[in-house]
């Protein structure tokens, strides 16, 4: 039986030209990064990829040629940000080439930082919609804060500078509050970093320790440093975590999808800390109040009970018995001779008289002593 055999040199070059006959001009592809490495001699190697439906449905490596990525690699971190990286859609225009040795390689000769920077934000605008549908968007908001939270959770990598600042400044407050405070550690950027922080939450979540707050620190960086938090999957943990979730991501300009549906959110770790320092330092303020204006209340019935007690003793010292027993008044005291009632009896047509015994003033009322 006779077969047509090929050699494997020929087979490539059949495939080169095929290639190089549908494909004779540069083209536009869109794609995602998977990994990125720029080499010692200055070229730029990247894997591309398309996932549909959860799976990868294709995948092509590429390469920016030193020349080109001089100028292209700084022009596209100055638009958007950030490097190429790992897990970033890009638009590039290629040349597609075929080596008998090294197969299929795109070589891309310009970038469209603009698409990229639209592809995050149709990604954010999709998560927005979907949260918004589902009714998560403020889910958080119904959840109640404690007046005085002081067992903290903390969702961070533990090298982040956000996290350091965090602590520092929380455990150095100028008024000595003390905090429970715990680590939760996770991947606070890149493709891995949603799942890594949604596994925080869970653990937090699940811990014996009943948190007042989990709180999800990150110090800062890139639009696409930050693109995970727009990531579905972690702003629906977030909305439906059973505790607050407060944020403070660092970024100044934009706020992600995570800071909306979050119990609060605000800019940075260290302004998040203020936000426990300040609750107690007014349960504190309003304690204080308190205290000032029951000592002064306590202070001023005092101060009218002895001006009372004083101006009733000077009238005492002040009376002359036998001149008050002829206005017509009768005092009468106790076993201790302390006066506990006077009365004018002039009106009851009573006879009053003084009477001296044993060297004792003694009062008189129709005779009777």
Known sequence: MQRDVIDLYSLQSMIRASL???????????AE????????????YLDLVESREGSVAAKAKAVIWRSRYLLLGKAFEE????????GMTILARVQVSYSEIYGLTLSIDDLDAVATLGEQEKIRRETIAKLEKEGLLDAQQQLEFPLLPYRLAVISAPGAAGWGDF?????????GFKYKVELFEAVMQGPSAPESISDALA???????????????????????????????LCFNIATCPIPVLTAIGHDRDTHVADMVAFSAVKTPTALADVFIDAFAAEDERISSFTTRLRLAF???????????ELLLSRIKAADPRSVLSRGYTLVTDSRGVIIKSASLAEEGARIG?????GKLNCTVDGKV
Do not use: Q
């Not at 638009?79 to 790992?86: Q, R």
């Not at 602590?167 to 008024?175: A, C, M, S, T, V």
């Not at 937090?204 to 999957?233: H, N, Q």
């Open 203 to 233: 653990a937090v979540s699940a811990s014996k320790e009943p948190w007042d707050a989990a709180l999800i620190l990150r110090g800062g960086g890139s639009a696409f440093d930050l693109s995970c938090f727009d990531d579905y999957g």
């Open 20 to 30: 190089e006959d549908v494909f004779p001009d540069r083209i536009w592809v869109k």
């Open 299 to 309: 202070n001023g019935k005092i101060s009218a009970m002895e001006s009372k007690a």
């Open 79 to 86: 638009m958007t940000g950030s490097p190429l990286t790992a």
């Open 33 to 44: 990064i998977s990994s990125v490495s720029v080499k010692a001699n200055g070229h730029c």
């Open 167 to 175: 602590r520092r400044h929380l455990e150095e407050n100028p008024y």
């Open 354 to 358: 003084v009477l001296f015994r044993d």
